[in-house]
């Protein structure tokens, strides 16, 4: 929850044949909370739509990212003590960066004001979208990520699969990429 005292530790584990897991160092993780929101006030442009609902929230560089919910909340869970830029992006606007995010273990920490601006240069890039579905079902949360080829990063661009499985990789410059969902 948004205190930090009440989450959950996932960490997806690998077990080979004749290995001993530590599943104590594992548990003992020092991890926090990070939580805001991303008010429709944000946006420098009028719309009926929400578009404060599904912003990508991620810390750069890792896999840590989630999205709004349709009140523009966001939470993220399991982020290890430290101190992170947090960004935030939707297709068609800036990617809007918070600097110094502090975690600490078992803490919660909330953001500042967000605000997203209408990229003018969004008619340069271009746009994934689509659909997750195993067996014809859709996937929730699954990670997207895309990057150039031949780039060593972790990804160009990274997003959740929304509660229906849809995704959206936006502001990619044209390229050749290579595409990646985790489940």
């Known amino acids: 929850?948004?205190?930090?005292?009440?989450?959950?530790?996932?960490?997806?584990?690998?077990?080979?044949?004749?290995?001993?897991?530590?599943?104590?160092?594992?548990?003992?993780?020092?991890?926090?909370?990070?939580?805001?929101?991303?008010?429709?006030?944000?946006?420098?442009?009028?719309?009926?739509?929400?578009?404060?609902?599904?912003?990508?929230?991620?810390?750069?560089?890792?896999?840590?990212?989630?999205?709004?919910?349709?009140?523009?909340?966001f939470v993220l869970l399991d982020v290890p003590e430290g101190k992170y830029d947090l960004a935030f992006s939707k297709a068609g606007y800036q990617t809007f960066m918070i600097s110094d995010v502090i975690v600490k273990s078992g803490q919660a920490s909330a953001t500042s004001e967000i605000g997203l601006k209408v990229d003018e240069n969004a008619k340069n890039y271009g746009m994934v979208t689509g659909q997750v579905l195993l067996n014809g079902q859709p996937i929730p949360n699954a990670l997207l990520t895309i990057r150039e080829v031949g780039a060593k990063a972790i990804?160009?661009?990274?997003?959740?699969?929304?509660?229906?499985?849809?995704?959206?990789?936006?502001?990619?410059?044209?390229?050749?990429?290579?595409?990646?969902?985790?489940?």
């Open 1 to 73: 929850d948004k205190t930090g005292k009440n989450f959950m530790i996932r960490q997806p584990l690998t077990i080979s044949a004749g290995e001993n897991l530590d599943l104590q160092s594992l548990l003992l993780r020092k991890t926090g909370v990070i939580f805001g929101n991303v008010s429709p006030q944000s946006f420098a442009v009028a719309a009926t739509a929400p578009l404060n609902k599904n912003v990508d929230v991620y810390i750069p560089g890792s896999t840590i990212i989630t999205k709004t919910d349709k009140n523009g909340d």
């Open 155 to 183: 990804g160009t661009a990274i997003t959740v699969s929304d509660e229906e499985g849809f995704y959206e990789l936006s502001n990619l410059l044209p390229g050749d990429y290579t595409f990646i969902i985790h489940r």
